[in-house]
């Protein structure tokens, strides 16, 4: 790949990694899942212990789930990406996100601040790049409780 | 155009943005007026009921006159640009403000936290890409009183 | 340098930044010292009056010592960069900084957040590009007392 074309899949990847915090946020759960490969994973177990999703369906229908009743926002910051050819590559972003329930979900959490980086592999399918696999690793993690 | 040019110009605009974020925080309102349009529109109708404001003047007047008792920080991230032609272009940003008033202005407010998304377009004019509408949506407003 | 080249070294700057703030908030201090000018100045002078580090061993031992009790988050948003020549460039970056102490360490503050500028230059030296001055100036300070 030229210097350009690494380039156009920077900002190919960037402009993925917004679409997915802008649909968590505005519950785009359609679009949300789109931009996972098939065999995406996603592991959580930072937060809790274990868990890790296998698949866009699996992905979509339990962080859809968790934040049903939920006003989120997540932010990404400060991407460093690799292109390791030009159908692969990884990204570090931190993270930060702020989490609001509307009523008591089981856990006794009202308010969840957390600080952290994902860490990301990408894959290109077709003309559009998917996420492939990303972890959640915390910095710092503040919850309030009812 | 080609892909170089394209990239040139998404760096125009992320820094175009970049640029009204820290002259709002620095109250730099000349800098912060020649950023937009002379027909330039705000649309702040999410947050104050109809208000929309038309001409770069008008804009500059009233972002100035509400933030002069005001200790603002406003953040952008995550840009999802698209260039339609060498003089037009739209985006999408998160955004986050946070603001602390140093006096009660009349509405009560002492510290307004909030977290959204700006809608815009863009034009050429000249050399420099300005903005050329911008509507601001809310996800969350957090307001606390004096 | 033509276009490509200055997009190139604007990505390669975006990502040393990066790294500065994810070498900081995970304490890695080895990568943290290498990515500045062995005579780089960090000015913090608007945080504390006077403090002007010099060198990057001085930087180093100066921001490790001060954070080795604390829990750290750096933000960084929205780069205004210019390339002045293929090795010296200029930057202006939106910060954010969280700090929470997990002992009083004398100083009498247990958090600590910040709104502000990083104001920096940069140097090539051999294939990379490294860190030659900082500045941080501030919109905003709110400090919590034990």
Chains 1, 2, 3 share one sequence.
């Not at 992905?59 to 460093?80: T, Y």
């Amino acid at each position: 790949m030229n210097n350009t074309d690494v380039l156009i899949a920077l900002e190919a990847i960037r402009q993925l990694k917004a679409r997915y915090l802008r649909f968590v946020d505005t519950k785009q759960w359609d679009g949300f899942q789109a931009l996972f490969c098939d065999d995406a994973t996603m592991d959580i177990s930072d937060d809790v212990p274990d868990l890790i999703l296998t698949g866009s369906q699996v992905i979509r229908d339990a962080v859809s789930h968790s934040l049903a009743e939920c006003l989120s926002v997540h932010q990404g910051f400060m991407p460093e990406l690799d292109i390791l050819s030009p159908t692969e590559a990884r990204g570090l972003w931190a993270m930060q996100d702020k989490l609001q329930w509307t009523r008591d979900c089981g856990n006794g959490i009202r308010d969840l601040d957390g600080w952290g980086h994902y860490h990301e592999t990408y894959r290109k399918v077709g003309d559009e790049w998917r996420i492939q696999t990303l972890k959640l690793t915390r910095l710092r993690l503040d919850a309030v409780r009812w």
